[in-house]
């Protein structure tokens, strides 16, 4: 039997639920926002011709907003969890 890593003890552990939330959540939004921009990321190349960037990177908003979101969601709970008498309570909520 192995020895678990910190992220396995994480994941196990259900921590960061903040932090998974607006990660979604800004995958999502990022997605949304990527698609309704997709038609205007045309550029003319001289040997290629037109060529679509929301076909070269399909995931990039989502990959974008996912990124935003984990970097959100992961201050808001260090912050949480640094505050005086009550950061023990939320850091174990946390994880």
Known sequence: MRELSIVEI????GAGFIKDGLSSIGGNVGNFGYNLISSYLNVQLPVLGNVNLSNLLPTLGKDVGTAIGSQVGGQI???L??????GGVIGKILG
């Open 81 to 86: 969890t640094s505050l005086p008498l009550v």
């Open 77 to 79: 709970e260090s912050t």
């Open 10 to 13: 994480q994941t196990v552990a």
